[in-house]
T-cell receptor
Framework: GAGVSQSPSNKVTEKGKDVELRCDPI?????LYWYRQSLGQGLEFLIY????????KSGLPSDRFSAERTGGSVSTLTIQRTQQEDSAVYLC?????????????FGPGTRLTVL | GDSVTQMEGPVTLSEEAFLTINCTYT??????LFWYVQYPGEGLQLLLK?????DKGSNKGFEATYRKETTSFHLEKGSVQVSDSAVYFC????????????FGEGTQLTVNP
């Protein structure tokens, strides 16, 4: 079956612009996670959803970052007024549910470059 | 807070050599431990996992044992192949944190023929 998909695969933007990153989880997966992979910070957690609710937003680096999930499926990560330090690969993962030891399946990521 | 520390890389080995990548963790509660692998140009994939102390995870010839007494989860393989060249990430997750993953820094492995 289809895996986790993310779009766009690459995004180049200018400092100060807003960007939206999209994640389509595996069908039936109720938990969805956003991570960021950057040279300086490694792989870091941003936010996770159980259904449409986000019980843990503690990893969002600033109030410029927000995310939503609709219909228990697609999620959008929005970065407002982008800065150069936002340049990274943004990874999305989904799992059957967030409890227990369910494997997280990762998407290919969106590479964001802020000029 | 919870954290994961991996041995510094990169690691370069010859084919058929023995591999160890060290991983130690700091966590409250009862974490599950994972090794993820990222092959060149591909996304992260789960390699193996262990959910409680003394469990051994294994897959594709790789093994790791959850050692609570030393808070470690070292990855081993008896005979590496060129196709094992990738970046390996140790990670922990806890049910009380929605199973969000905390990753180590990653170790780049290159296997030469």
């Amino acid at each position: 079956g289809a895996g986790v998909s993310q779009s766009p695969s690459n995004k180049v933007t200018e400092k100060g612009k807003d960007v939206e990153l999209r994640c389509d989880p595996i069908s039936g997966h109720t938990a969805l996670y956003w991570y960021r992979q950057s040279l300086g910070q490694g792989l870091e957690f941003l936010i996770y959803f159980q259904g449409n609710s986000a019980p843990d937003k503690s990893g969002l680096p600033s109030d410029r970052f927000s995310a939503e999930r609709t219909g228990g499926s697609v999620s959008t990560l929005t970065i407002q007024r982008t800065q150069q330090e936002d340049s990274a690969v943004y990874l999305c993962a989904s799992s059957f549910f967030s409890g227990g030891y369910n494997e997280q399946f990762f998407g290919p990521g969106t590479r964001l470059t802020v000029l | 807070g919870d954290s994961v520390t991996q041995m510094e890389g990169p690691v370069t080995l010859s084919e058929e050599a023995f591999l160890t990548i060290n991983c130690t963790y700091t966590a409250t509660g009862y974490p599950s431990l994972f090794w993820y692998v990222q092959y060149p140009g591909e996304g992260l994939q789960l390699l193996l996992k262990a959910t409680k102390a003394d469990d051994k995870g294994s897959n594709k010839g790789f093994e790791a044992t959850y050692r609570k007494e030393t808070t470690s989860f070292h990855l081993e393989k008896g005979s590496v192949q060129v196709s094992d060249s990738a970046v390996y990430f140790c990670a922990l997750g806890k049910e009380t944190s929605g199973s969000r993953l905390t990753f180590g820094e990653g170790t780049q492995l290159t296997v030469n023929p």
